[in-house]
């Protein structure tokens, strides 16, 4: 029997994706956006019908209750009885909170972003091949209360940048793509910028590298 709260690793369901879509994203259209956000939430620059075209979260996957967002891409949690942080996989937004570090350019606006969508709503979570990284922190694919895939979410409308650490790689080419078009289109901290630049360098980046793990908590 699987202990309450366990994250299982991501399995593509194989359901029908494209009339799954069209039919969210008629439904999103009729709601006007996505998400349990109030109305003090500025629209989105990805459409209702890009934002159904992601993956949809599991069956089996865990609810969750975001009790505090940490920053863009960290949040803890409330999950089967227990408070966990999470960490997001595949994705990663500027440093906010980095000990001894700087808060990065366009860092508040992406934490701020993940206060609004996130703060309070629950969740759901699926996982990948490790279950946790070196801080403990569990890693997740992250789903919003109406279906929207989060970590895509941060990656499209130019919240992120792309952090693609083996295993844990099931997302990977979706998020490669969409930050792509963010930078492309010029979106979010890849504005007024040479699109070419990246936040720091690859030594630097490799300190959120995970420690192998069991495949499952």
Request: with cysteine.
């Amino acid at each position: 029997m699987r202990e309450e709260g366990t994250i299982r690793p991501w399995q593509s369901s194989g359901r029908p994706a494209l009339a799954v879509a069209t039919l969210v994203a008629a439904v999103l259209t009729l709601l006007g956006g996505c998400g349990g956000a109030g109305p003090q939430t500025p629209p989105l620059r990805t459409s209702a019908a890009e934002r159904a075209s992601w993956p949809r979260s599991p069956a089996d996957a865990v609810p969750a209750v975001v009790e505090r967002v940490v920053d863009g891409d960290t949040f803890v949690a409330r999950i089967g009885g227990r408070r966990d942080p999470v960490r997001v996989i595949g994705v990663d937004t500027p440093e906010t909170v980095a000990p001894g570090r700087p808060v990065e350019r366009y860092g508040k606006q992406a934490s701020s972003f993940a206060e609004r969508w996130l703060g309070g709503a629950t969740v759901r979570l699926a996982g990948d091949v490790e279950p946790r990284d070196r801080y403990g922190r569990l890693l997740a694919y992250v789903w919003l209360p109406d279906g929207t895939f989060w970590n895509a979410l941060l990656a499209a409308e130019g919240y992120a940048e792309q952090l693609t650490i083996p295993p844990n790689v099931a997302f990977a080419e979706l998020f490669g793509r969409l930050v792509a078009a963010a930078r492309q289109r010029h979106h979010g901290l890849w504005a007024a910028r040479d699109p070419t630049t990246r936040r720091r360098t690859s030594a630097a980046r490799e300190v959120k590298a995970p420690v192998p793990g069991p495949q499952r908590l």
